[in-house]
C-alpha cells in the first residue's frame, strides 16, 4: 500500500542500498528480471551521478521511488525499469536508440512515452494561462490520454508526479501553487478515473495542502483533535461487529477507513455542511469473499443498527465509472453518533486501491479471462466528461456523452490552447475552428515550427500556426473531398456561405469552367446543357453553373448525371449466336446469357459506358463502346455480326476490374510522376503501362492504361491529377 510519506526505508544520509531494494521488490520475479532491474539502476545511476534534487539528495533516489510506487501497485518488470529510466533521456548523451539498445523496444516506447507526457509541464512553465477553464483542463486530460498509445505510460506518469508533489515544499510558492493546481486538476482525476485511490487520495491531499494551506491546517486540527476518541468508538464498532457477522456465518474482515482531508473537505463544500455532519468521519471496512456475502453482511448490519434514510449506495450493482464497486450505508450506532460501513469482497477493494494497475501482471499471465482488464482500457479510450468520486446522476449521463477517444486530434494553439478536433483535420479545419476569418485569410501553415501543407492531417501534440494574408479568399479546390483540405463540416460550410455571398455572375463563369474540365476529363463531346440541369433539378442552365461555381454541386454529381445522359436509346433486336463454354459474368448479352466475351483494346469500355457487341470467329462477342470508330463504322454497314449488350448489376460489376487508358499534359517537375502514381494507389487503381516523353520547353505529355472497377473511381481518380501542381489537363482517351 502507497503510504503518505516516502515508501522508500532502505535511504540513509542521501544514499541507497539498489541492491537491497532490488531483491525487495523483486523476490517473486525470475532471476533475469532482477538482473534486468539492477542493470537499469546501475546505468540510471551513472547516467545521473552529477544531479541533484531540492533537498540535495542524489537524483537516483526520485527515479528508484517512482519504480518502488509501482512495484507496490504491482506492476510488471517493464513498468519498473522504465520508471527508472524515465528521465535518462534528458540527458544528451542518452538516446532512445540507446535504451533500445540495452533493454529492447517495449521499454525505449515506455520511455519515450513518458518524454512526450511531459510537454504539458512545459507547457504549463511557459503560460499561466493554459489552464484557466474546466474546458480547457478537461481538453487537456484527453491529450494526455490520447497521447499515451500504452496505459502504462500514465501510471508512470502519475507515480513521477506523486513522488514530486511530496517533495513540493521545497519549491518557491508560485511554483507551489502552479503545480498544486496542475495535479488537482489533472492528475488526481487522472489516477481516479484509473481506478488508483491510492494514489489519488494522496495526490488530492498534497494539492490542497498548498492551494488552501489555511483550510488544510484546520481540517487537519479538527482530525486529530477527536482523533482517540474517534479510535476507540471505532474499536467497539468493529468488536460488535465481528460478533454478529461470525454468528452469522460470514468470514469477513474488518477494520477502520482512513479519512483523507481532501474528501472531507470536499464533501463539506460540495454539500455546504460542517465538520459535524460527515458522517464518514467514523467510518468501517468490511471485506468477505462473495458477492452475496456482502449483501448478507449488509443485512446483519442493519438488524445490528438503524440505518439512516437516503444514505444508501449499492456500488456494487451500479458501478461508478471508474469501475469501483462497493455498498455504502450509514448507520445509528452507540450514544446515538453516526458512523459509515462500505462492504465489498477483497477482490474489489484490491481493484479500488491499484486500479487498472491491479490486472497487468494478472493479463499477461492469463489473458483468456481478463475481460475485465480489456473492458478498462476500451473505457479508457472513450473518457470525454470528468467528474468528481461520487456517484452521482452525472456520472450516467456522461456514459452517453462519451465516444471513441481514436475520433479525435488534440492541438495547441502558439497562446496554449489545446484544441479538440476530429481525426483527420488539417491545418484548415483548426484555422475555421479558431475564427472564420483566420480560415477565410489562410495561405499556409507550421506544425512544430515547420511549414507543411494546408492537407496535412494533425496530429495530437502538434503545435499549429496559421500563415495569413491580408485578403479573404477561400479556394473552391478546399472544397473538392478527395483534394483532402477540409475534414470538418464546420469549416466546409463556413467557406460555402462566403462563395454564396460573391456575385453569382462569377459563379456562373467559374461553374462554367469546372463543368468544362470535368467534360474534357471524361472526353464528352455532345452534351446538352438544359437536359442536365433537368437531370439536377435546376430550372435554368444558369442555376446549374452558379451551384457548381459555389461548390453546391460537386464534380461527382456532374460525372453521374451524364452518365445517365449519355446511355443508348433502345435499339432494334440484333441477331443472337449460340453460348460457348466460357463467359464474362459483368456483361449480358440481349436474349442469351452465358456467352464467351471480352473487352475491345481500340476503346475500353467500362461499366456504365453504352456499349454493343460484335460477333467474330473463334474470340466469342468482342465488347466495344458505342460511339466506337469501328463500332460506328459496323453500324452504318449494317454489319449483321453486331450483337446488343449491356453491363449487369453494379454488385458484380464491383468485384471486376477494366481496363482504360488517360492522357495527361503538364509542365514538367521532379516528383509529377510519384504524385501520380501516390494518388493512383491511393484510389486503389492498378496501373498497367505508363508512357511519357518531355518536350524541349519542359511540357511533358503522359499516357497511363490502367485498371479502374467504376467510373466513380475514375472520376476521383481524374480530379485529383487535375488538381496537381502543374497539371494543365487531363481527360480519358477515347
Known sequence: MVSTTNPISIFSTNTLDIEAWVKRIAKDRPKAEQQTIS??????????????????????????????????????????????????????????????????????????????????????????????????????RKMLLAMAEDVRVVLIKLADRLDNMRLLRYQDKNKQQRVARETLDLFAPLANRLGIGQIKWELEDLSLRYLE?????????????????????????????????????????????????????????????????????????????????????????HNKWQPLQNEFDDYIANPKNNNYQSLHTTLIGPEQKIFEVQIRTHAMHHHAELGVASHWRYKEENAKLDTGFEQKIAWLRQILQWKDEEGDAGDFLDRFKSEIFEDHVYVLSPQGQVIDLPQGATPLDFAYYIHTQLGHCCRGAKINNRIVPLTYVLKSGDLVEILTSKVEKPSRDWLIPRAG?????????????????????????????????????????????????????FKLVDDLLASVGRGDTTMLQIARAFKE?????????LPVVAKPSDTRDDIHIKGVGGLLAQTAGCCNPVPHNPIIGYITKGRGVVIHRCDCPNALHWQDEGNERLIEAEWSQPSIQQTLIY???????????????????????????????????????????????????????LSRALAKIDNLANVMKVWRKS
Not at 92 to 105: A, C, E, H, N
Not at 268 to 289: C, H, Q, S, T, Y
Not at 660 to 670: C, E, F, G, M, W
Request: a positive charge.
Open 565 to 573: 445522359q449519355v446511355l443508348p436509346k433502345k435499339q432494334q433486336s
Open 659 to 713: 481496363p482504360l487508358s488517360i492522357h495527361v499534359i503538364a509542365i514538367d517537375r521532379p516528383g509529377l510522376l510519384r504524385d501520380i502514381c501516390t494518388i493512383m494507389t491511393q484510389e486503389k487503381i492498378n496501373i498497367l503501362a505508363t508512357n511519357t516523353k518531355t518536350s524541349a520547353d519542359s511540357n511533358v505529355k503522359m499516357m497511363f492504361t490502367l485498371e479502374v472497377n467504376n467510373l466513380d473511381q
Open 39 to 140: 542493470k537499469a539502476c546501475i546505468w540510471a545511476e551513472e547516467v545521473h551521478q552529477s544531479q541533484t534534487r531540492a533537498p540535495g539528495e542524489p537524483y537516483l533516489i526520485h527515479v528508484i521511488t517512482v519504480a518502488d510506487i509501482l512495484a507496490q501497485l504491482g506492476m510488471d518488470t517493464d513498468v519498473l525499469v522504465a520508471a527508472i529510466l524515465h528521465d535518462v533521456v534528458e540527458n544528451k548523451q542518452v538516446t532512445l536508440d540507446d535504451i533500445q539498445k540495452r533493454f529492447g523496444s517495449v521499454i525505449m516506447r515506455l520511455v519515450d512515452g513518458v518524454a512526450k507526457m511531459k510537454f504539458i509541464e512545459e507547457l504549463n512553465d511557459h503560460s499561466n494561462k493554459v489552464i484557466n477553464t474546466k474546458n480547457q483542463t478537461e481538453s487537456l
Open 213 to 301: 494551506p489555511e483550510t488544510y491546517q484546520k481540517m487537519a486540527k479538527l482530525l486529530d483533535e477527536r482523533r482517540i476518541d474517534r479510535e476507540n468508538y471505532i474499536q467497539e464498532i468493529m468488536t460488535c461487529l465481528s460478533s454478529a457477522l461470525q454468528h452469522a456465518g460470514i468470514k469477513a474482515e474488518i477494520f477502520g477507513r482512513p479519512k483523507h482531508i481532501y474528501s472531507i473537505w470536499h464533501k463539506m463544500l460540495k454539500k455546504g455542511i460542517d465538520f459535524e455532519k460527515i458522517f464518514d468521519v467514523r467510518a468501517v471496512r468490511v471485506l468477505v469473499n462473495t458477492v452475496n456475502e456482502c449483501y448478507m453482511a449488509l443485512g446483519v448490519i
Open 485 to 537: 483540405y477540409l475534414k470538418t463540416l464546420r469549416a466546409r460550410s463556413k467557406v460555402k456561405l462566403w462563395l454564396k455571398k460573391q456575385d453569382n455572375q462569377q459563379h456562373v463563369s467559374e461553374g462554367r469552367n469546372l463543368l468544362e474540365r470535368v467534360l474534357r476529363r471524361f472526353n464528352i463531346k455532345n452534351y446538352n446543357l438544359e437536359q442536365l440541369a433537368h437531370n439536377l433539378r
